[in-house]
C-alpha cells in the first residue's frame, strides 16, 4: 500500500463495514474519488478500529483530507468520518543543524517571525528524532525557517512543537499541512501563535437533503381496546410510491410474529401509510412495532439544483430514468420533483446491509450523473497579477473550465468560472491559492555576449514551464546588464523549485557564442533551413547580411562544433 496515497480514519466503530466506507468515499461527499484499497487495524482492549484508505493518487489523499468532515449513519448509530493524512518514517536519517543563538537574541528575533504551533505529539519517540522528522518535514514545504523547539508537557504526557518562520503565508501553509494529520494514533493539531488550537464546530453544507420516514403512534403510551388488548397505530409518512411494496412486507412479517397479533391497514391520507397494531401484552406491542421500524424505513433522498441547473438536467431525463440498481430494483423510486426543482430517490430500507449498499451505489450514480451533465459556474476572487498568471496556467493545462471577468480592482481580479459542476467542484482555488508561492531568483551574467540568446531561449523554458504547471516571469534583458532575473510563482516546495532554477542558471552559464564568417548569403539561408530541420533544441544559428556572419548560440560544445562543420561544408559549394 503506498504511504503518500492513503488516509487513516481514527477510532471508528468496529461494526462499521469498510465496504460501506468504500461506498462513501466514491460518493460525492469526498469528490468521487478512486478507492484502490481498505485495510483496517482494530484497536486493542477496544469496539474501535482505525481504517486505511488508498487512494489513486497522493493529490487525491491530500483533497481528501481536505474535505469537511461528514456523518456517517451506519444502522446502529452515527458516525463523524474525518479522514487525515499521516507520516511515516518518522525516525529519519536527516540530522538538523541549528545555529544555537542566545536568549535575548532569540526573544529579539522571535517578535518578529511567525510560529506554527503543532500540538498532541505522542510521546513514543526520542525527541531527537521528533526534530529530525519536523525539520525534514518544513524543509519540503518552506523556503526559509528561523528555528524548532520541541517542548515535553509532563501533565499530558505530550509534546508541542514551536517552528517559527520568516512568513506568514508559510506559517499558515505549514499549519494547514499539520492539522488533521496523523502520527501513529495521534491526530495532531496546528494553528499559527495566538489563534485558538481547539477545532471549531463543524457545520457541513450539503447541496442535496436527504430524510427518512417518521413512525407515528397515537399516544405515547398504548391503548387498551375493548378486549383488553394493546395497540398503537404505525405510521410511514410519504410512502405512496412505494406502497404496494410496504404492504408485500407488512404481509410477510405478520408471517413471523404469531396469530395473536394483528397488523391491519388504516385509513391512508397525503401519501401516508397507516397500520394498527394489536397484540395481547404491552411488551409484545413494543417488539412488534420495533421490528416494524427496522423492517420498514423509508429513506428519501433529494438533489437540489437551481433553475438553470434543473432545465438543464430535464434534457437528460430520458437517461437518468434508464440508471438503475443491479438488483432489487422494487426497492427504489427514482422522479423528478418540479415544485422544489429537485430530483427524488426513495429507497426502502429493510434491515439488509446488501441492499443499502446497492441504494449508496445507485444515488453515487445518479449524483455523478448530473454532476457531470450539469454547466455551471461560479465566482471566484483571484489576488494579484502573479496568482492571476498561475490561474490562467492551471485553467489552459487542465481545459475543463472557461472563464471571464466580473470586475478588476487594482491587481485583484473577480472572475465567473464556467464548466461542468463535477469540475468545478474539484478546482478548489481557495485551498491552492493558499499553497502559491512568488519566488525570486538572480543571477550573475558571465558571459553578455549570449544576452540576445538568453532572450530567445527564455520563451522557451517559459513554454516547458507552463506544461508543468508552473509560471517562470522574466523581463526582456538589456544588452548591458549584469544579471538574470526569474520570478516562479508555483506551488512547489524549496528544494524542488531550487533544482529548476539551478538548471536554467547552469544552461545559461555554459552558453557560448560562436561567430563564422560567411560570404555567400543565398548559400547562407540554406544553411539556416537545414540546421532548423535538423530540430536541435540546444542550438541557435542566425545569419546576418551586413555582417555577412553566422552567429551560433549553444550550451552544448558538440551542437557548436557540428554547426560549425556544416558551414564549412558548404563554404566552397
Known amino acids: 500500500m503506498n504511504s503518500i496515497n492513503k488516509v487513516e480514519l481514527v477510532k471508528i466503530p468496529a461494526e462499521v463495514d469498510s465496504e460501506d466506507l468504500k461506498i462513501v468515499f466514491e460518493s460525492n461527499a469526498f469528490g468521487y474519488q478512486t478507492v484502490i484499497d481498505v485495510q483496517e487495524k482494530p484497536l486493542e ?52 543543524n541549528q545555529e544555537v543563538k542566545p536568549e535575548k537574541t532569540f526573544k529579539k528575533e522571535l517578535a518578529k517571525l511567525y510560529t506554527c504551533w503543532i500540538g498532541n505529539i505522542p510521546n513514543k519517540y526520542a525527541e531527537d528524532k521528533l526534530e529530525d522528522f519536523f525539520t525534514k518535514q518544513v524543509e519540503n514545504n518552506s523556503d526559509k525557517y528561523h528555528s524548532i523547539k520541541l517542548i515535553f508537557i509532563k501533565k499530558h504526557n505530550k509534546y508541542q512543537c514551536f517552528i517559527n518562520l520568516y512568513s506568514h503565508q508559510e506559517a499558515e501553509s505549514l499549519a494547514q499541512h499539520f492539522n488533521g494529520s496523523k502520527m501513529d494514533d495521534s491526530v495532531l493539531e496546528a494553528c499559527l501563535r495566538g489563534f485558538e488550537s481547539a477545532e471549531a464546530k463543524i457545520q457541513s453544507q450539503s447541496d442535496s437533503e436527504s430524510d ?109 430514468i434508464q440508471i438503475k440498481p443491479n438488483r432489487n430494483k422494487e426497492f427504489f423510486n427514482f422522479y423528478f420533483e418540479d415544485r422544489s426543482k429537485c430530483v427524488v430517490i426513495e429507497f426502502l430500507d429493510t434491515g439488509d446491509k446488501a441492499l443499502k449498499r446497492d441504494y449508496f451505489n445507485y444515488l453515487n450514480q445518479i449524483e455523478k450523473f448530473c454532476d457531470e451533465k450539469i454547466e455551471s459556474q461560479k465566482e471566484i476572487s483571484v489576488c494579484g497579477s502573479d496568482h492571476f498568471e498561475f490561474f490562467k496556467i492551471c485553467l489552459k493545462n487542465s481545459n475543463d473550465l472557461k472563464y471571464d471577468f466580473t470586475s478588476k480592482n487594482g491587481t485583484n481580479f473577480r472572475i465567473n468560472l464556467f464548466g461542468k459542476k463535477i469540475n468545478l467542484d474539484k478546482f478548489n482555488w481557495p485551498e491552492l491559492a493558499k499553497q502559491i508561492k512568488v519566488v525570486k531568483f538572480d543571477n550573475r551574467i558571465k558571459n553578455k555576449s549570449v544576452i540576445s540568446y538568453i532572450n530567445y531561449k527564455m520563451r522557451y523554458f517559459k513554454s516547458e514551464f507552463e506544461k508543468q504547471g508552473l509560471v517562470l516571469l522574466c523581463d526582456k534583458i538589456e544588452a548591458n546588464s549584469d544579471t538574470l532575473s526569474l520570478k516562479i510563482v508555483s506551488t512547489l516546495n524549496s528544494k524542488e523549485l531550487q533544482t529548476k532554477v539551478d538548471e536554467i542558471f547552469s544552461y545559461f552559464d555554459k552558453t557560448k557564442l560562436l561567430i563564422v564568417n560567411f560570404e555567400n548569403a543565398s548559400a547562407a539561408k540554406q544553411i539556416e533551413k537545414d540546421v532548423e530541420a535538423m530540430n536541435l533544441p540546444d542550438l541557435d544559428l542566425k545569419y546576418r547580411d551586413d555582417k555577412k556572419k553566422f552567429f551560433i548560440n549553444s550550451a552544448d560544445q558538440n551542437a557548436l562544433n557540428l554547426a560549425k562543420l556544416i558551414i564549412e561544408s558548404k563554404r566552397f559549394k
Open 212 to 320: 427518512s420516514s417518521e413512525f407515528d403512534q397515537e399516544t405515547s403510551c398504548a391503548k387498551t381496546n375493548k378486549e383488553g388488548k394493546f395497540q398503537k397505530i404505525f405510521r410511514i409518512s410519504k410512502s405512496k410510491n412505494l406502497k404496494a411494496l410496504i404492504k408485500k412486507q407488512i404481509d410477510e412479517i405478520k408471517l413471523s410474529i404469531g396469530d395473536d397479533i394483528l397488523v391491519n391497514e388504516e385509513f391512508s391520507r397525503k401519501g401516508n401509510l397507516s397500520f394498527r397494531v394489536v397484540a395481547p401484552s404491552e411488551a409484545k406491542l413494543s417488539d412488534v412495532l420495533a421490528k416494524l421500524k427496522s423492517k420498514l424505513n423509508v429513506i428519501r433522498k433529494k438533489i437540489k439544483f437551481s433553475d438553470k441547473e434543473y432545465a438543464q438536467i430535464q434534457h437528460f431525463k430520458s437517461q437518468l
Open 45 to 96: 482492549n477496544s469496539k474501535l478500529k482505525n481504517v486505511i484508505i488508498e487512494l489513486e493518487s497522493a493529490e487525491a489523499a491530500k483533497q481528501v483530507a481536505k474535505s469537511a468532515p461528514f456523518s456517517f449513519n451506519f444502522g446502529s448509530g452515527e458516525v463523524l468520518i474525518r479522514p487525515v493524512l499521516y507520516f511515516d518514517n518518522i525516525a529519519s536519517q536527516h540530522k538538523p
